[in-house]
Nanobody
Framework: QVQLVESGGGLAQAGGSLRLSCAASGSTFSINAMGWYRQAPGKQRELVAAFTSGGSTNYADSVKGRFTISRGNAKNTIYLQMNSLKPEDTAVYYC??????????WGQGTQVTVSS
């Protein structure tokens, strides 16, 4: 089992910045990949940024050049630095981890609201 806890969401003005954190606990040795997803009202959950099992990073086209995913010194922590925020970035942001290549774990989500 893997537990994920997000923090750092909140309210920002357009053009501003926020930083999200996700700390994993439990069977962290089994984690192959971690990343961030988001879900806006009435929309499907979508990938924002992620570390793949091979160690590379993937970003949604809509956030490239504005968001950066990074790891903490302890590899069970990831961050999402969000710059140049836009109102369309408003969503609940979820941390995701894949364990043993097949088990999906999700955090509780953190709300990000960007005002224009």
């Amino acid at each position: 089992q893997v537990q994920l806890v997000e923090s750092g969401g909140g309210l920002a003005q357009a053009g501003g910045s926020l930083r999200l954190s996700c700390a994993a606990s439990g069977s962290t040795f089994s984690i192959n990949a971690m990343g961030w997803y988001r879900q806006a009202p009435g929309k499907q959950r979508e990938l924002v940024a992620a570390f793949t099992s091979g160690g590379s990073t993937n970003y949604a086209d809509s956030v490239k050049g504005r968001f950066t995913i990074s790891r903490g010194n302890a590899k069970n922590t990831i961050y999402l630095q969000m710059n140049s925020l836009k109102p369309e970035d408003t969503a609940v942001y979820y941390c995701n981890a894949i364990s043993f290549g097949k088990y999906d774990y999700w955090g509780q989500g953190t709300q990000v609201t960007v005002s224009s």
